[in-house]
């Protein structure tokens, strides 16, 4: 990992870095900021920040600018690695297949967040708009995965955000392994959360508070970015907040976290499938109704997945059988001498009614899980895109099933340069509503930064020149301190 900073100055504070001063009991020199190839690789910047010092143990706000929630947990590992030597959770994190979108349970199992914020554009669509009050601790694990209340999961929805790159971690001085963690503990108990949207029980880690051992309390908000004429629903003075809805955050330590998938987004499962034709498929998946608000009895839900998932995978399937099958049409229509008959010789469909083929049919089916007042429209839309989709995109789209939901969007230059600067007018809100509720000359400013960029190198400028983020600030004693950590 590499650690950029820049010495331009960005409106929170002054331009120079911040003076050292203590914050409940934290000293602050300068600003850390990392700058991580794969995103999972942002909890070890927060306990480096942590172990130097530069935050506190627990109490944490994050701001999360992603494409992906990142909320998922791995069904396989032990939720006591977390309380184990670091590198032993970074390599069981980045060698489990959800990994990389399984960060941040962690550390809100392990007492750092109390608070996540996950910020999304506006075409993602993986969980619904709310304020979450819900509890994040460990239940036992069944052997199809998920907790001892839910069925088997589907792939995590997050999987594959950055691509499915392994590496080999140093290995652990404790000789702690996943396997002595299970044998010592009996039951396999991972990490599982208390919220019932479908994002969590698709994944198979919703459990009940009931059944929650060593549980954390987690206020989990989901909104897009709020516009200039729009509240910012953190550190809100008290008379604000209605009763229980929002934790006491005011003046608490907070971290910002930033993946450039916000601004910028690819689904590696669609390489070859145009945007708009995948967005017709992804939008049927996205509207289906067991799939709308919380999961009230979660084997039904999987029950209908599963009957959804065929109904989907049939009409691709019909799709890609239906090019052989026109062809042979369009070769019996032809005369004897290889022409197409005159247009006086041709069937009048508005005359002769149309028969329905069997695309058209699987088509249809679908519609039984759609909402009925966006049914016909769905699925007029998938009929017209089925009439221009190319075959290779018919295989990618089968290959995918429900990855075909993964965000997908490929902005235009003008596009990107407003989406940067709307983060730019955000941070400089967000910054100067945390100073204004701590007081005491703060700020405002995050105590530290992770950026994500997934093999590109586009750094906002709102990040890279934060105060205390420039070249005599904490950035670069924050990567000495990285490096000799880890």
């Known amino acids: 990992m590499a650690v950029s900073s820049s010495s331009s100055s960005f409106g929170c504070s002054s331009h ?12 602050r020199v300068g600003l850390p900021v990392f700058v991580c190839e794969y995103h999972d690789e942002a909890l070890r910047c927060l306990h480096v920040a942590i172990r130097r ?126 396997a002595n963690l299970q044998q010592e503990a009996g039951p396999l108990e991972t990490i599982r959360i208390s ?33 200039a004429d729009e509240r910012i629903a953190l550190w809100e003075e008290e008379e604000d907040r209605k009763a229980g809805s929002l934790p006491k955050t005011s003046g608490s330590p907070w971290v910002l976290d930033v993946c450039l998938d916000y601004f910028a987004c690819g689904n590696p499962f669609l390489t070859q499938v145009r945007p708009h034709i995948a967005a017709a498929f992804a939008d049927v998946q ?62 009048d469909l508005d005359e002769e009614e149309e028969e329905e083929g069997p695309l058209e049919e699987a088509v249809a089916a679908l519609g039984k899980y759609l909402p009925g007042s966006r049914r016909e429209a769905l699925l007029a839309a998938l009929s017209s895109v089925l009439r221009e989709v190319r075959e290779s995109e018919l295989h990618q789209l089968r290959d995918a099933g429900s990855m ?50 997934g093999g590109r190198r586009l750094l906002p400028n709102a990040l890279a020149s934060l105060p205390g983020a420039g070249r005599d600030g904490g950035a670069r004693r924050a990567r000495r301190g990285f490096d000799s950590s880890l």
């Open 286 to 347: 996205d509207a289906a109704t067991f799939r709308a608000g919380s999961v009230e009895d979660a084997a039904r839900f999987i029950s209908e997945r599963d009957a959804f998932d065929a109904a989907f995978a049939e009409v691709l399937r019909q799709a890609i059988e239906a090019p052989a099958a026109e062809e042979d049409d369009a070769q019996g229509s032809e005369q004897g001498d290889g022409t197409i008959p005159e247009e006086d010789e041709a069937v």
């Open 53 to 178: 010092r530069k935050l506190p143990f627990d109490g944490l706000t994050m701001v999360h600018l992603d494409a992906h929630p990142d909320m998922s947990a791995s069904t396989t590992l032990p939720a006591e690695v977390v309380f184990q030597e670091p590198w032993h959770v970074y390599s069981a994190l980045r060698s489990d297949p959800s990994g990389i979108a399984s960060w941040i349970l962690p550390a809100v199992y392990g007492g750092h967040l109390n608070c996540v914020w996950w910020v999304r554009p506006e075409w993602a669509r993986q969980i619904a708009d709310g304020d979450y009050r819900v509890q994040v601790g460990r239940a036992v694990t069944t052997s199809e995965g998920g907790s001892s209340s839910s069925s088997a999961p589907a792939a995590s929805k997050d999987l594959p955000k950055k691509g499915l790159a392994r590496f080999t971690p140093r290995p652990p001085t404790s000789g702690v392994t996943t």
């Open 195 to 227: 919220c019932s949207q479908p994002y969590f029980v698709e994944d198979g880690i919703f459990a009940p508070d009931s059944e929650l051992k060593d549980a954390k309390p987690l206020q989990f908000l989901v909104s897009q970015m709020p516009g």
């Open 404 to 453: 075909v939901t993964l965000p997908l969007h490929p902005p235009s230059e003008s596009e990107l340069r407003e989406r940067l600067g709307a983060f730019e007018d955000f941070l400089t809100r967000l910054c100067a509503q945390h100073a204004s509720k701590a007081g005491n000359g703060a700020d405002g400013r995050p105590d530290e930064i992770s950026v994500a960029v």
């Open 16 to 27: 120079e870095p911040a003076a050292k001063r203590p914050c409940n009991g934290v000293q």
